[in-house]
């Protein structure tokens, strides 16, 4: 394992205090508190059913809290509309492909940039010839140009999540939520992923808050790791403090 990284010493860019949702009487999120320095690589873990996605959910627009508070950058976040979210800067993938697989990857891309532009109504020639550019240096970036003209029902799984990633860059985020990203990848595929993911992300110094069930990933990738249990943090440390506390490994990784 590589040495544990310092968290890095950049300032709080987003803080979450006492976030409540429920569906019905069960409480999927019990009040949650989470600080996150800007150009952290932060995981989140624990166990099924902790409220790892419902947390994502909420910050991202998804889901209406019930209570609580969430700032991004100086700015309220809680309870905004998606497309609010996302202009403040914060980008999301989803678990479910959200590619358009009767496209080709260029046109997905080309998609993702015009949506990021804001000028759905107006696309001139003159606007799509200057969003070439970026869209080819996007696909460049996340190994897709050979690929361009591709229709994504035809490529590769690997290939359609790296998409999927590279299109959510498009808008520019400088805070990524990313649930469970290498979701159904092979192991290889999956190490791949997340380390493009990375040097991409640190790159264009974007803080990272993600979900991540595959403990040797959330070890190699993460600054800092929160733990979730029950709709609530239940720890938070260094990947070394997490690897050597006893009640995580009893909760989370079924080791007694
Ligand atoms: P995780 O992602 O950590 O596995 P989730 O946030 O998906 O957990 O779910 C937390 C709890 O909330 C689970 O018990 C789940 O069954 C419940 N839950 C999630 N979404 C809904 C929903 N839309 N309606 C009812 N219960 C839900
Ligand atoms: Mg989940």
Do not use: C
């Amino acid at each position: 394992m590589p040495e544990t990284p310092a968290a890095p010493p950049g300032e709080t860019v987003l803080t979450v205090s006492g976030l409540r949702k429920s569906f019905g009487r069960f409480m999927a999120l019990s009040g949650v508190d989470l600080k996150v320095r800007a150009g952290e690589v932060r995981a989140i873990i624990g166990p099924n059913g902790a409220g790892k996605t419902t947390l994502i959910n909420v910050l991202g627009g998804q889901l209406a809290g019930d209570a609580g508070r969430v700032v991004f950058a100086g700015k309220n976040l809680m309870n905004k509309y998606p497309h609010q979210v996302s202009a403040m800067g914060v980008g999301r993938t989803f678990q479910i492909s959200s590619t358009f697989r009767r496209m080709t990857v260029y046109e997905n891309m080309l998609s993702a940039h015009n949506a990021a532009s804001g000028r759905w109504f107006s696309l001139s020639t003159a606007l799509l010839r200057k969003m070439h550019g970026a869209v080819m240096e996007d696909l460049e970036s996340i190994h897709l140009a050979e690929l361009a003209g591709r229709v994504v029902d035809d490529i590769s799984h690997g290939d359609r999540k790296r998409l999927e990633f590279g299109m959510v860059l498009a808008s520019r985020p400088r805070l990524l939520l990313l649930d469970e990203p290498t979701a159904g990848m092979g192991l290889q595929e999956r190490h791949d992923l997340i380390d493009l993911m990375l040097r991409e992300i640190r790159e264009r110094k974007i803080t990272l808050l993600f979900v991540e069930h595959d403990i040797d990933i959330v070890f190699r990738a993460a600054d800092y790791i929160t733990v979730m249990a029950n709709g609530k943090v239940f720890a938070e440390g260094l990947p070394g403090e997490i690897s050597d506390n006893q009640e995580v490994q009893e909760i989370y990784l079924g080791v007694k």
